[in-house]
């Protein structure tokens, strides 16, 4: 299943500092998950966050993989989940 996964800052962090340290690990983590399979697309938002779309067996499984990432391990992002359902075009 496919799984969108918005990551925004978290409150009260100040992402313009905050990111830095954490960027070259966050995308070599993007490309490594894109390279398994787990990342479809990753988007920028124009400023600190992105936008990925997971492929997962579940949202749980899903959830896990966000969790991993750098920037969620360090407690700098905090990202919702949404379940992808095809429409019946």
Known sequence: MQVLAICRPAG???????????????????????????????????????????VADNVDAARAQAAGLPLARAGLVDVELIPLHPLPL
């Open 12 to 54: 009260g962090v100040d992402a313009q500092s905050a990111f830095g340290p954490h960027l070259e690990a966050e995308m070599a983590a993007l490309r490594r998950m894109r390279d398994a399979g787990s990342l479809e697309r990753a988007y920028s938002v124009g400023h600190p966050g992105a936008v990925l779309v997971l």
